[in-house]
């Protein structure tokens, strides 16, 4: 085995990263650049400083994490979450238990808890468990003042009610700092979190893609180990297959990319923690609406911040493919039935089932129908992406943003494929395209 090859398996076993999914590349330089900070004469001898030393294969773990994230990204699994904890405080005594596994620097954990807290969940009612394998990130997270890089969306109305402006950055309030719990922890632990009861709510998204198959399924049982029976576990938008590899239920939350257990037997209506996902609780996923009814009506103020539904988005920006009420509808709730007319907000649904292939067709057809739309083709790359076909869901998102520039969605998520296929440049064009549409709208 090579020197480097050597490495990429203790990284595998250590932290289930499959070298390929990060390059080669910043391997042989992560390692290079730890062996010169110790004065290693070469390779050989640095591994074999590795190997002694538990701190330094830490330091090397630092230099090969890929730490992105942001503020409410994929917004609706924020307010899918904070629906049904809601739901939840209203039928239960019990507080809610949450993990954000892995938490990177913090947005992820801190936008769960400002989504509950604006959506009136009360602060005694829920707790937030934040692990990342990174002590650099941990560390970050728990200074929580950030930078413009952490606000991409373009709605930052979160923004103005829970940070402090700080020369450039932003400093969060403790009232949501409180709410979360830092630690740093691995998912490959054997012991990971043994002396807690189960979670009602895990996030761990966009860290199963840099994992190989095995290592994927190894982590699936651990966060089956780690979730409770009727507890429901959020992945990122290109990690849905991995989900259904494991038979792992789709909780039919439309872009929240939200899963059950295999086993879990329906709860019942006065003891579970969760509502199964089709009951009145989870109503809200269901009116979606077609592009022209996105328009709020005159005069309709949201009752609640609406994530990820920014001003330009509503005045009719072919956006985030189906619009759906959040976490308290603003006006009634869209029937059903007008939802199933409209073919995009379909075509999400079977996406959440697990119906790749059918939801594509579905979207294909619109296209040949009705001609080419942005909500059309930015489905069909989330889909495309879920599925593992990177190349086209590039090529989707691309034309997404051919036929609206300014789509951030879009734009976020190919600049995530872009960097997860080592186009780091291309990556950094796409994300300060994202902020300056998200700086026109806001000014
Ligand atoms: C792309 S970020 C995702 C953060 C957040 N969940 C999100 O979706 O925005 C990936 C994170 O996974 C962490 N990570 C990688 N391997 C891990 C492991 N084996 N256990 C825990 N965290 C890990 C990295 O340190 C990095 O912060």
Redesign the pocket.
């Known amino acids: 085995m090579s020197e480097l090859a050597q490495f990429e398996t203790l990284l595998k076993q250590t932290?289930?990263?499959n070298a390929k999914s990060v390059g080669l590349a910043m391997i042989e330089r992560a390692v290079r650049d730890r062996c010169a900070v110790n004065g290693a004469l070469d390779i050989a001898a640095y591994w074999r400083q590795v190997k002694e030393s538990p701190a330094e294969l830490q330091e090397l773990i630092e230099l090969v994490?890929?730490?992105?994230?942001?503020f409410f990204?994929n917004g609706e699994a924020f307010k899918a979450l904070a629906r049904l904890a809601l739901s939840h405080t209203l039928r239960s005594d019990r507080r809610l238990r949450i993990l954000?596994?892995?938490?990177?620097t913090g947005?992820?954990p801190y936008s769960m808890a400002m989504a509950l807290l604006d959506a009136g969940v009360s602060s005694t009612r829920f707790h937030i468990d934040a692990?990342?394998?990174?002590a650099c990130?941990i560390a970050m997270a728990q200074r929580a003042t950030y930078g413009m890089n952490s606000f991409r969306g373009k709605d930052l109305e979160f923004r103005d009610r829970h940070f402090v402006a700080v020369g450039e950055r932003y400093a969060l309030a403790e009232t949501v700092r409180s709410k979360v719990r830092f630690r740093r922890?691995?998912?490959?632990e054997p012991a990971l979190l043994a002396d807690e009861s189960g979670y009602d709510f895990i996030?761990c998204?966009?860290?199963l893609i840099?994992f190989g198959d095995a290592e994927q399924a190894q982590a699936v049982s651990v966060l089956n180990r780690l979730l409770s029976e009727t507890g429901m576990l959020f992945v990122?938008p290109s990690e849905g297959g991995v989900l259904f590899r494991e038979k792992m239920v789709s909780a039919n939350l439309p872009l929240a990319f939200a899963f059950r257990k295999t086993a879990a037997a329906p709860p019942s209506q006065t003891n579970s923690a969760l509502p199964v996902s089709r009951s009145a609780e989870s109503k809200p996923d269901v009116p979606a609406r077609a592009r022209s009814a996105w328009t709020p009506r005159p005069g309709a103020a949201p009752a609640r911040p609406v994530y990820g539904q920014g001003q330009g988005q509503a005045q009719g920006r072919a956006s985030l493919a189906p619009r759906r009420s959040d976490v308290v509808p603003a006006s009634a709730p869209v029937s059903r039935e007008s939802s199933d007319n409209d073919p995009i907000a379909v075509a999400a649904r079977l996406a959440d089932q697990g119906q790749l292939r059918e939801a594509a067709q579905l979207c294909k057809r619109h296209v040949q129908d009705h001609g080419p739309t942005a909500a059309a083709f930015y489905l069909l790359g989330l889909v495309s992406d879920a599925a593992g076909h990177h190349r086209e869901a590039r090529e989707h998102y691309r034309k997404t943003l051919y036929l609206d520039p300014d789509h951030t969605e879009a734009l976020v998520h190919l600049a995530a494929l872009l960097e997860m296929h080592g186009d780091t440049a291309g990556a950094r064009q796409m994300n300060d395209r994202a902020r300056r549409s998200t700086t026109r709208h806001l000014n």
Request: with cysteine.
């Open positions: 932290m289930g990263l994490v890929v730490p992105e994230t942001w990204r954000s596994l892995p938490c990177s947005e992820e692990l990342d394998i990174s990130c922890g691995n998912l490959f996030f998204r966009n860290v840099y990122g």
